[in-house]
């Protein structure tokens, strides 16, 4: 996994939109299903301890809601 700060996201993902030419709402899309599956792979790992799980989406300020919208539609599928 790599962590990026604000800026270094923004500027990728400017490039990805206007350069490349994908869509925006593409790219939400797919980084909300990689957060999806890694945490379903860590909540299936919990459930087979018996343990029951609730997963709450936050998000901040800027373009984090469409990111956490998307993530909360693909887990609540």
């Not at 990689?34 to 901040?60: D, I, M």
Request: proline share 1%; net charge positive; charged share 20%.
């Amino acid at each position: 996994m790599l962590a990026l700060t604000r800026d270094a996201a923004n500027r990728i993902d400017d490039y990805l939109i206007h350069t490349v030419g994908i869509p925006r709402d593409i790219l939400i899309e797919h980084a909300a299903s990689g957060v999806v599956r890694a945490c379903v792979a860590f909540l299936e790992s919990k459930t087979k301890e018996g343990l029951s799980c609730k997963v709450h989406v936050f998000a901040g300020k800027g373009m984090n809601g469409s990111d956490a919208f998307a993530c909360a539609r693909l887990m609540y599928a």
